[in-house]
């Protein structure tokens, strides 16, 4: 059995990634698994989420796309140089988003150059690879419809249009890469959790 991985969940918003997040430390534990970190983005550490509130909250002047992109680099050097990167040796890290969403969100949703992308990469010096994704992949429509009586922040705001883009974008990379297991999130949720579990259990023996 593996001592110590890293496993992120991705997906739109109304994918359902914090109850799978805690699924799947609930099934680690399970196992007698025990040395468990749980962390998301943006945020993470006290730093990195004072960036998430200023990437999450509507303000009177315009939001620049670009500047949300340096926002979340910065949260993620945070994260990376205070939580994962001093525990990824010990510790089994399991993170709601990580540098997928900056693909999707970023160069799907908003227009971003990719080039853009892998330049912050580089720069914030991020080579640390999950070991396994889990992507629940969801219709947008019935994303949101799962997220209408939350006080939405302002990327939950976005219309369909920038979610099937991102959702688009999402399957671009995961239909392309193993790591990456595709689980269909319009399912009902024990149908969801039966899928996880099993793709964890095969992970964890492999």
Same mark, same amino acid.
Do not use: H
């Given at each position: 059995m593996k001592l110590n991985k890293f496993i992120v969940v991705e997906g739109i918003d109304g994918s359902g990634k914090t109850t799978i997040c805690n699924y799947i430390i609930y099934l680690l534990k399970c196992w007698n698994i025990n040395n468990i970190i749980r962390t998301h983005e943006p945020g993470g550490t006290i730093l990195a989420e004072k960036i998430r509130n200023l990437i999450k909250n509507s303000y009177k002047e315009f939001f620049s796309y670009k500047t949300e992109l340096l926002l979340l680099y910065a949260a993620r050097l945070q994260l990376l140089d205070n939580i994962i990167?001093?525990?990824?040796?010990?510790?089994?890290?399991?993170? =709601?988003?990580? =540098?997928?969403?900056?693909?999707?969100?970023?160069?799907?949703?908003?227009?971003?150059?990719?080039? =853009?992308?892998?330049?912050?990469?580089?720069?914030?010096?991020?080579?640390?690879?999950?070991?396994?994704?889990?992507?629940?992949?969801?219709?947008?429509?019935?994303?949101?419809?799962?997220?209408?009586?939350?006080?939405?922040?302002?990327?939950?705001?976005?219309?369909?249009?920038?979610?099937?883009?991102?959702?688009?974008?999402?399957?671009?990379?995961a239909n392309n890469n193993n790591m990456i297991k595709i689980i269909d999130a319009n399912n009902n949720l024990s149908n969801v959790k039966l899928l996880v579990k099993k793709i964890l259990f095969n992970f964890i023996k492999s």
């Open positions: 990167k001093p525990n990824i040796k010990d510790y089994w890290i399991i993170s =709601d988003r990580y =540098d997928l969403s900056s693909y999707a969100y970023q160069i799907g949703g908003r227009g971003i150059q990719k080039k =853009d992308i892998l330049f912050l990469q580089k720069f914030i010096n991020n080579n640390i690879i999950p070991n396994i994704v889990i992507y629940l992949d969801v219709n947008p429509l019935i994303g949101l419809q799962r997220i209408k009586n939350r006080n939405k922040d302002r990327i939950e705001k976005e219309s369909i249009k920038f979610f099937t883009n991102v959702r688009k974008y999402y399957l671009k990379i």
